[in-house]
């Protein structure tokens, strides 16, 4: 008793010491603190309703928890590292604030004169974001001179290690297939419960085109092509339209935990360690969304596969190749092949491809090590990708007379926030502007098809073929008269990608078991008399189980869990690796997550946020932050 009490009198003085040395700091953080503890209770709408004691532990913990890191943060003296930790702590609490003022007042500024406001809480709060950043960029800080210094037989070491684990290592092939069972081994029970399939989303609208024999390019038209083939295999061989559609699903079961046991058997090779292998495996095993979307009928799903294998191949070509890694013709291949079946699932996959050539080359020119080889050889195979994509899709087109689709889901945005000025300005518009408007939006429906957080209902009745310059200077016109509503249309209607705490993208189309809407479409479409799909659940226990998760969004009501299952948490961990690979200088890291960035901006003009619109990001992210581990781990 007489030590403790002598350690914790020591302790005290210590502090002391440190806190009188640095009074001035001191202050900040206490000032800081309390600061941003009575910002967090006014932007969070759960602190009006949970009572006083709930909210005075809230108050008297975060307190001292954001003095304790803002302090440490700002007694560091790695200045570097502090800057780097402040860039993305802005960026990151830009995003909260924005989101929670869109929540609370339905604006992001009520008006100019709020924005000083709006920038002094970004300011404040960004400081205790800065400070847990740099514990994260901290952790993946550590050089090889560090790492030596602590074990100063380190190379000797690991070359034992090494020679040991090629005596006991098992061939990749085997860890391929042992995680490919056992993912598809744990998705079985969903996919009886869900029997014949997930019948959802767009299929109705690609199999009518089947039927019909007329086909347009709204849906890429090879994911049409292979999900009529099922349909048409159901109806001509196996006795039903439901059949075939059983077939599908298996199929695809196959196809995605193959390439999820792929993506395990790389990380094997690269001797991940095995925690985040087991990690990885559970989450694509056990994880509602990759169960479930298995078994749907969106293009998303095998979109989102060949995203993940594309990135698994740049990142052999061009990290491996420059770190002096041995890679073989095979992976430029199969890169190729992977790229091009990229472009031809998704029709923005070529705006985020062309988009991320240029960054990916100014990267490339910055590493000093084959910087050259690995330029030429990355253009070659891209260029040769980008060409085998358009003359691919321009056979389809022509073998099935194909039709474009309409240019609407490129106007997603702008004619929502024509909309949303219609909807809140009507009073105040112009005669004249109101006129142009109503060329393009009648008022006969456009107040009640608005939804903020949802474009199609504007975007599918909007009139916009007449007068496309029209349309373009009447939204010009528009945007600089209401820019407040312009920018907070744009938010509302990509809220879900940016903001943790959004919960309006589990709802958009509506929400409960009886609908089979929520978090995920899990609703059985109509098709013509004959050609049905009929749902019989061979576990109708396991599918209520399931339903309460995707279409009740039970997951909503656990504090942690839930933050999983945003779709703005995969963006937050790309921008954290992003953050990792800057800060360390390891450019090369960035490289595989180029066409991510890139693909991200393209969904922020989508006509909504929807997890599966974000599915590339949920199976790929995931890898990369593996990656970054073991990198860091052979420095």
């Known amino acids: 008793m007489i030590m403790n009490t002598t350690d914790s009198s020591g302790l005290l003085s210590r502090l002391q010491?440190?806190?009188?040395?640095?009074?001035?700091?001191?202050?900040?953080?206490?000032?800081?603190?309390?600061?941003?503890?009575?910002?967090?209770?006014?932007?969070?709408?759960?602190?009006?309703?949970?009572?006083?004691?709930?909210?005075?532990?809230?108050?008297?913990?975060?307190?001292?928890?954001?003095?304790a890191l803002t302090f440490s943060f700002l007694m560091r003296e790695d200045r570097r590292l502090k800057v780097h930790a402040l860039l993305w702590g802005i960026l990151m609490t830009f995003a909260y604030v924005l989101g929670c003022r869109m929540r609370r007042d339905n604006t992001a500024l009520r008006q100019w004169s709020d924005l000083p406001f709006l920038l002094a809480q970004i300011?404040?709060?960004?400081?205790?974001?800065?400070?847990?950043?740099?514990?994260?960029?901290?952790?993946?800080?550590?050089?090889?001179?560090?790492?030596?210094?602590?074990?100063?037989?380190?190379?000797?070491?690991?070359?034992?290690?090494?020679?040991?684990?090629?005596?006991?290592?098992?061939?990749?092939?085997?860890?391929?297939?042992?995680?490919?069972?056992?993912?598809?081994?744990?998705?079985?029970?969903?996919?009886?419960?869900?029997?014949?399939?997930?019948?959802?989303?767009?299929?109705?609208?690609?199999?009518?085109?089947?039927?019909?024999?007329?086909?347009?390019?709204?849906?890429?038209?090879?994911?049409?092509?292979?999900?009529?083939?099922?349909?048409?295999?159901?109806?001509?061989?196996?006795?039903?339209?439901?059949?075939?559609?059983a077939l599908h699903s298996i199929v695809q079961m196959i196809l995605m935990a193959s390439v999820f046991g792929y993506t395990l058997a790389c990380l094997y090779e690269k001797e991940t360690p095995l925690f985040l292998r087991a990690a990885l495996t559970l989450f694509y095993a056990l994880f509602p969304t990759n169960s479930v979307l298995a078994l749907s009928t969106t293009k998303d799903v095998l979109f989102s596969a060949l995203v993940l294998l594309h990135t698994l191949f740049l990142y052999r070509l061009l990290v491996d190749d420059c770190t002096g890694a041995n890679t073989k013709a095979r992976y430029e291949i199969l890169y190729v092949c992977f790229t091009v079946l990229l472009l031809l699932f998704r029709n923005n996959a070529l705006y985020a491809l062309a988009l991320s050539i240029p960054v990916i080359c100014l990267l490339l020119l910055r590493t000093k090590r084959r910087s050259e080889r690995g330029l030429r050889r990355y253009l070659i195979l891209t260029v040769l990708a980008l060409a085998l994509s358009v003359t691919g899709n321009k056979i389809l087109m022509t073998s099935l007379d194909a039709h474009n689709g309409s240019p609407r889901e490129m106007l997603s945005i702008p004619l929502q926030q024509m909309a949303r000025t219609r909807v809140k300005a009507e009073e105040t518009l112009p005669p004249a502007l109101r006129q142009a408007v109503e060329q393009y939006l009648p008022a006969e429906w456009v107040f009640a098809a608005y939804n903020p957080y949802l474009a199609d209902p504007v975007k599918n009745r909007a009139i916009i073929h007449d007068d496309p310059a029209g349309l373009i200077k009447t939204w010009i016109q528009l945007g600089l008269r209401y820019p407040q509503i312009y920018l907070d249309a744009f938010l509302d209607n990509s809220i879900g990608y940016w903001f943790l705490?959004?919960?309006?993208?589990?709802?958009?189309?509506?929400?409960?078991?009886?609908?089979?809407?929520?978090?995920?479409?899990?609703?059985?479409?109509?098709?013509?008399?004959?050609?049905?799909?009929?749902?019989?659940?061979?576990?109708?226990?396991?599918?209520?189980?399931?339903?309460?998760?995707?279409?009740?969004?039970?997951?909503?009501?656990?504090?942690?869990?839930?933050?999983?299952?945003?779709?703005?948490?995969?963006?937050w961990l790309l921008c954290l690796y992003t953050a990792v690979a800057l800060y360390r200088k390891k450019y090369l890291l960035l490289l595989p997550a180029v066409f991510l960035a890139a693909y991200y901006l393209t969904l922020l003009l989508s006509p909504a946020v929807l997890i599966r619109y974000m599915y590339p990001f949920v199976v790929t992210v995931p890898v990369l932050c593996c990656l970054l581990c073991c990198h860091s781990r052979k420095l």
């Open 123 to 245: 300011g404040c709060l960004s400081v205790f974001a800065a400070s847990c950043i740099a514990l994260f960029l901290q952790g993946f800080a550590r050089t090889k001179q560090q790492l030596l210094q602590s074990s100063p037989n380190l190379a000797a070491d690991r070359a034992a290690n090494d020679r040991k684990a090629l005596h006991t290592r098992r061939p990749v092939w085997q860890a391929w297939l042992f995680s490919t069972l056992v993912i598809l081994l744990v998705w079985t029970p969903v996919f009886l419960a869900y029997y014949p399939s997930v019948f959802a989303y767009d299929a109705e609208g690609q199999l009518y085109q089947v039927l019909a024999h007329d086909y347009n390019t709204h849906h890429p038209l090879l994911h049409t092509l292979f999900l009529g083939f099922f349909f048409q295999i159901g109806g001509s061989l196996l006795g039903s339209y439901s059949a075939g559609m």
């Open 501 to 571: 705490e959004d919960q309006t993208h589990a709802q958009i189309y509506g929400l409960g078991t009886d609908s089979g809407f929520g978090y995920l479409s899990t609703d059985n479409r109509a098709m013509p008399a004959g050609c049905e799909i009929i749902e019989h659940s061979l576990l109708p226990g396991m599918r209520r189980l399931m339903e309460q998760i995707v279409s009740d969004n039970i997951y909503q009501r656990v504090p942690v869990l839930r933050t999983l299952f945003a779709p703005a948490f995969y963006w």
């Open 17 to 67: 010491k440190i806190f009188r040395r640095n009074y001035k700091k001191t202050v900040l953080s206490f000032l800081l603190s309390g600061i941003n503890i009575n910002l967090a209770v006014s932007l969070e709408m759960w602190t009006k309703t949970c009572g006083r004691l709930p909210l005075l532990l809230f108050t008297g913990i975060g307190f001292v928890l954001c003095f």
